[in-house]
């Protein structure tokens, strides 16, 4: 007995043992497979922390788990994290494992699943992740062998379950964005069987839809019970006691749906009984979010749905959608005045067949609101091929009213009446032919005395604006509005405004604007912060929008309008420029904003300006394109207002006078709309009659180097300088300046890091340095703080070489006359030349001591210069000494002529 008790022990140790230490064994294997199959089988990068095995966790079943998954895209969404999740854990039965009728899987349990899914705007979606397989022809045409006609994997789930999900969904084409989390969602059912029942409980807090911008849900708790009995032969479904809740109001589906060879075929209702107006109210996040608890209303909502027939490529079943209020109202309790007598009559409808056969009906709408009433009414048919639609509207509303009737957000103020009494009708071809004279109706609004005041944005005052409309045009008769410190008063006539609204068409017109002050700074302040897209966290952990980088985006130009501009306007603010007297012409068209000849006044001078400014090719990084003309414009003003002439002229900061400037130029600008200067590209000339400079660090080392106090201090006059900008460098031609009896002559170029490379040619008066030093050129680098200067010394020795030689030989040889007789005409040479040589040095010795004083530089070119004089001097000492002894020996040749030549006595 002992003995089949030790057995029986080892035995139950070593399956222990392999249980525990196989699937370890094997779990790196496996492993390594997933992640080489993923990269050979997906365009994304799957990645997870761990893979275990476990024959343990889920006795008698065997489990596979996950843990740390990460889906990550690739090109055009490379970063994204498109699916994450702590935990994946499937559960499979082990004698499944071995047995012909292929895997059961029983269980697979997804914890914290987060999955973010996009569409951009050109149609591709980050959730296309599979690589396109190329099969060879012999794979083709391989069949698939299959017993019995059975797929070797049964799944008969117990459970499919999903804890603490986030899921986030961007449309970028229909600017739709869907997003909620936590999710939990619980299925069961054999889905082996030919026919079973699924159990299905889902539930979603916060959950939140947006299309085009708007908010349609916001933080709605979700919850789905649903019993469906599956009929996986016959492909049919059907629903009982099925029920949807979305905060409170409760839906109920019955009926069934079954797959067709074609499409579908149906016959289902749905809709929610004894719902209260309430109820309703709860779904709209401007209710819900709003001190709901203190809201009391009265009223029901009446809501049904019916589809009933197929539905295959065009073809619609039959459906009926009905909406209605009866008698709604509703009101705060601690606000004065409530909304009352709320009436909806909506319907949609078709009777089956194409989507043309649909027509929506608005009967009515309407609701009173203390003294005020509204009522709007629309109809719409012919959807799919050429809309028709008939709408009108009119009423009175008192904004000062709301705050009474609605709880608004400390610091927002409403005030002004908006009067309307419209009615248009007719065919959305007509609108896009622009054949307006199709269409029928017109109206007129008016507002008055409207305010709006919004924490976090610049009062906006509409004092009077006033409009007639037909179909064809808006005939705008006056506008005065204010927005904050700015304010516009416009008058005009726009076109197009209807293809506008519905679909987004080009829009035309002309407008005469006059405006005091247009204060951009104020209102790019308060411009949405560019926001963080869904999904483009990198730790794929949360789903939420981020905000905040804190970066404002440049001011777009729209692409689908072309209005012509004739602005009369005071002053504007734009960055630290102040723009005075603007007139002339501005035109928007196709994303494109252009000057005509707008002449303002700028940097306390006379400007002109044309060109354009465009965020058709990237919103982001606008370009720019100018053609400037200044007229006595400051240099001072300019330094402080332009933050690209601070980056590469900083030399204005220390700039006095006036100039006047040509230039054309073309720039991308970054998001705060500052040109990029590395991107400027310029050509131009700049001309003044009086510049100023004084402690600038360049000429105060210069001045110090040449002794010469006058260079500290620039004044100059009539100075004419043309100038290229490019690669972020400013490049200058040639140009001169005079300062105080110094001319210099400069050229050279200067960078965004303030890096400077000039040469300047100094010509010194002639006193500088007893005329030794007049002409030095100069090379200046470092940067304008910290300049570094050095200087031609052997040409400026040269320079002093020549002119002393020119000056002084001349007046220390000056004209000698020698002596007849040879030993006086040698003996006078030779006192000539050692005179020479002792003035020379004598010469030397003065200039060295005048140049001293004048500084190292001029006293080296003196000492240079003394030396070769010297030489010199020695030079025409010994050439005396030689035209003495060639005098010499043609006296004496020319004397034993004589005497051959004289007549004998006879």
Same mark, same amino acid.
């Given at each position: 007995m002992r003995r089949i008790v030790k057995i029986s022990a080892i035995v139950v140790v070593s399956i222990l043992a392999v249980a525990l230490v196989l699937p370890s064994l094997m779990s790196g294997t496996v492993a390594d497979i997933v992640r080489r199959e993923a990269g050979t089988l997906l365009k994304a990068r799957l990645d997870f922390r761990k893979l275990d095995i476990s024959l343990l966790r889920h006795f008698p079943n065997a489990s596979v788990e996950i843990t740390g998954l990460q889906l990550v895209g690739e090109a055009p969404f490379e970063g994204d994290t498109i699916v994450a999740a702590d935990r994946i854990s499937v559960v499979v039965s082990p004698l499944s494992l071995f047995s012909d009728e292929g895997f059961e899987v029983t269980k697979v349990l997804l914890s914290a699943p987060r999955v973010n899914a996009r569409k951009l705007g050109d149609g591709a979606?980050?959730?296309?992740?599979?690589?396109? #397989?190329?099969?060879?022809?012999?794979?083709?045409?391989?069949?698939?062998?299959?017993?019995?006609?059975?797929?070797?994997?049964?799944?008969?789930?117990?459970?499919?379950?999903?804890?603490?999900?986030?899921?986030?969904?961007?449309?970028?084409?229909?600017?739709?964005?869907?997003?909620?989390?936590?999710?939990?969602?619980?299925?069961?059912?054999?889905?082996?069987?030919?026919?079973?029942? *699924?159990?299905?409980?889902?539930?979603?807090?916060?959950?939140?839809?947006?299309?085009?911008?708007?908010?349609?849900?916001?933080?709605?708790?979700?919850?789905?019970?649903?019993?469906?009995?599956?009929?996986? #032969?016959?492909?049919?479904?059907?629903?009982?006691?099925?029920r949807l809740r979305m905060n409170a109001v409760e839906l109920r589906l019955d009926g069934w749906a079954a797959m067709t060879d074609r499409g579908w075929d149906m016959d289902v209702k749905a809709g929610c009984e004894h719902v209260m107006f309430k109820e309703l109210l709860s779904l709209l996040p401007a209710f819900y979010t709003r001190d709901f608890k203190e809201l009391s209303a009265a009223g029901e909502l009446s809501l049904s749905l019916m589809a009933r027939g197929e539905m295959y490529g065009r073809q619609l079943p039959a459906f009926e959608l009905l909406a209605g209020i009866r008698d709604g109202s509703f009101r705060y309790s601690s606000l004065p005045r409530a909304v009352s007598d709320i009436q909806l009559d909506f319907r949609v409808t078709n009777p089956g067949?194409?989507?043309?056969?649909?027509?929506?009906?608005?009967?009515?709408?309407?609701?009173?609101?203390?003294?005020?009433?509204?009522?709007?009414?629309?109809?719409?048919?012919?959807?799919?091929?050429?809309?028709?639609?008939?709408?009108?509207?009119?009423?009175?509303?008192?904004?000062?009213?709301?705050?009474?009737?609605?709880? *608004?957000?400390?610091?927002?103020?409403l005030g002004g009446v908006i009067s309307a009494d419209i009615a248009l009708s007719g065919n959305l071809s007509a609108v896009e032919k622009g054949a307006y004279d199709r269409l029928s109706g017109g109206g007129s609004f008016v507002v008055e005395k409207l305010g709006v005041s919004l924490p976090t944005l610049p009062d906006v005052e509409v004092r009077r604006a006033a409009a007639s409309i037909t179909p064809s045009a808006m005939t705008l008769g006056e506008l005065d509005l204010h927005i904050g410190r700015s304010d516009i008063a416009a008058n005009g006539r726009i076109v197009g405004y209807l293809g506008y609204l519905l679909r987004q068409e080009e829009l035309s017109g002309r407008l005469f604007v006059k405006s005091q002050l247009l204060d951009f700074n104020e209102i790019m302040n308060t411009l949405p912060h560019e926001e963080t897209a869904p999904g483009e966290e990198d730790d794929g952990a949360a789903v939420e929008e981020t905000v905040p980088s804190g970066e404002v985006t440049p001011l777009r130009v729209p692409e689908n309008m072309d209005l012509s501009l004739n602005t009369d306007i005071g002053k504007v603010r734009l960055g630290k420029m102040e723009m005075d007297r603007i007139s002339g012409n501005?035109?928007?068209?196709?994303?494109?904003?252009?000057?005509?000849?707008?002449?303002?006044? *700028?940097?306390?001078?006379?400007?002109?300006?044309?060109?354009?400014?465009?965020?058709?090719?990237?919103?982001?990084?606008?370009?720019?394109?100018?053609?400037?003309?200044?007229?006595?414009?400051?240099?001072?003003?300019?330094?402080?207002?332009?933050?690209?002439?601070?980056?590469?002229?900083? #030399?204005?900061?220390?700039?006095?006078?006036?100039?006047?400037?040509?230039?054309?130029?073309?720039?991308?600008?970054?998001?705060?709309?500052?040109?990029?200067?590395?991107?400027?590209?310029?050509?131009?000339?700049?001309?003044?009659?009086?510049?100023?400079?004084?402690?600038?660090?360049?000429?105060?080392?210069?001045?110090?180097?040449?002794?010469?106090?006058?260079?500290?201090?620039?004044?100059?006059?009539?100075?004419?300088?043309?100038?290229?900008?490019?690669?972020?460098?400013?490049?200058?031609?040639?140009?001169?300046?005079?300062m105080g009896g110094v001319n210099l002559n400069l050229s050279g170029s200067t960078g965004l890091d303030q890096s400077i490379d000039y040469v300047a040619k100094v010509k010194l008066p002639n006193a500088g340095a007893k005329g030794v030093l007049q002409n030095v050129n100069v090379l200046i680098g470092g940067t304008f703080s910290s300049p570094k200067i050095s200087v031609g010394v052997k040409e400026a020795a040269q320079e002093a070489v020549k002119n002393i030689i020119e000056e002084q030989i001349g007046s220390m040889i000056g004209d000698k006359t020698l002596p007849k007789h040879s030993e006086q005409l040698m003996e006078e040479a030779r006192r000539n030349g050692a005179q020479l040589i002792e003035k020379a040095k004598q010469q030397r010795d003065r200039l060295v001591a005048e140049a001293a004083k004048k500084g190292k530089l001029a006293e080296l070119a003196a000492r240079k210069a003394g030396d070769k004089l010297v030489e010199e001097a020695e030079r025409q000492a010994q050439r005396l000494v030689d035209r003495a002894a060639d005098n010499v020996a043609r006296d004496s040749a020319q004397g034993a002529a004589a005497q051959t030549d004289t007549p004998t006595d006879k």
């Open positions: 979606v980050n959730w296309d992740v599979m690589r396109t #397989v190329e099969t060879a022809p012999e794979e083709e045409a391989a069949p698939v062998k299959e017993e019995d006609g059975e797929s070797s994997f049964r799944l008969r789930i117990e459970e499919f379950r999903i804890s603490d999900a986030a899921i986030a969904f961007r449309d970028d084409s229909s600017h739709v964005a869907f997003r909620t989390a936590p999710l939990s969602l619980r299925l069961r059912g054999d889905m082996s069987a030919e026919k079973t029942g *699924l159990d299905l409980r889902l539930t979603a807090g916060k959950t939140s839809l947006e299309s085009g911008g708007v908010p349609l849900l916001s933080d709605v708790n979700l919850d789905l019970e649903a019993d469906i009995a599956a009929d996986f #032969v016959q492909r049919r479904f059907s629903f009982n006691e099925n067949g194409v989507m043309d056969s649909t027509v929506v009906d608005l009967r009515r709408f309407s609701l009173r609101m203390g003294g005020n009433a509204l009522s709007a009414a629309c109809y719409a048919t012919n959807l799919a091929s050429d809309p028709y639609v008939k709408f009108s509207t009119d009423g009175r509303l008192d904004l000062g009213m709301v705050r009474e009737v609605y709880p *608004l957000e400390e610091g927002t103020e501005v035109r928007i068209h196709d994303g494109v904003l252009s000057l005509d000849n707008l002449s303002m006044r *700028l940097f306390d001078g006379e400007a002109v300006a044309s060109g354009l400014y465009s965020t058709a090719e990237d919103a982001l990084r606008p370009s720019l394109k100018l053609s400037l003309r200044f007229t006595d414009a400051s240099f001072a003003k300019t330094f402080e207002q332009l933050e690209m002439v601070q980056k590469m002229v900083p #030399v204005f900061a220390k700039t006095g006078g006036n100039y006047s400037l040509g230039m054309e130029m073309s720039a991308s600008l970054n998001r705060q709309m500052s040109p990029d200067v590395m991107s400027v590209n310029a050509v131009g000339g700049i001309r003044s009659r009086n510049i100023e400079l004084q402690h600038l660090e360049v000429f105060d080392k210069l001045a110090t180097l040449l002794n010469n106090e006058s260079l500290r201090r620039i004044e100059a006059r009539d100075v004419a300088i043309d100038f290229a900008i490019r690669n972020g460098r400013v490049y200058t031609e040639p140009f001169d300046l005079r």
